[in-house]
């Protein structure tokens, strides 16, 4: 899904001029609902996590208050 990054950085641009726009992109979203190696799901699950830790630092840092 990386090649909709630029779409989306484009798109939501446009919408809002001077946006300040950052893409969390976390990996194999569709782990869980595709029949795949059970051994991709501990990677899916790291990088969600680590995509929810940085969209939580990053509204940290919007707001001024600390994560919940």
Do not use: C, N, W
Request: hydrophobic share 45%; net charge negative.
């Amino acid at each position: 899904m990386d090649h909709l990054v630029p779409t989306l950085e484009h798109l939501l641009g446009e919408a809002t001029p001077g946006l300040d726009l950052t893409i969390i992109t976390p990996e194999l979203t569709m782990a869980p609902y595709v029949p795949m190696p059970a051994s991709l799901l501990p990677m899916h699950e790291a990088s969600m996590t680590k995509a929810h830790d940085e969209a939580r630092r990053l509204g940290s840092a919007l707001t001024g208050r600390p994560a919940a």
